[in-house]
C-alpha cells in the first residue's frame, strides 16, 4: 500500500506542475537501484514480489503515461 501511495502522490505532483516528469523518473530510478542494491544482499522467500519488482511495475506505468 505504501508504495501505491508514493505512486499516486508521484503522478499528483507531476500533473501539478510541482515536479517535472523526469524530474519523477529519476526519483524512481534512484529507488530502483537501491533496492535492487538490498536485494542482492538480502536474500527473499520463494513466492515474495520483491521491492524491486514492485518499483520496476511503477516505473513502467509512470513512462506509460506521460
Do not use: W, Y
Amino acid at each position: 500500500m505504501a508504495l501505491l501511495l508514493c505512486e499516486s502522490l508521484l503522478h499528483v505532483l507531476v500533473e501539478q506542475q510541482v515536479i517535472s516528469h523526469e524530474a519523477a523518473l529519476s526519483a524512481i530510478q534512484s529507488v530502483l537501484e537501491l533496492t535492487q542494491e538490498d536485494a542482492e544482499a538480502m536474500p527473499r522467500e520463494i513466492g515474495d514480489i520483491s521491492p524491486a519488482a514492485l518499483i520496476e511495475r511503477i516505473a513502467a506505468t509512470f513512462a506509460a503515461k506521460k
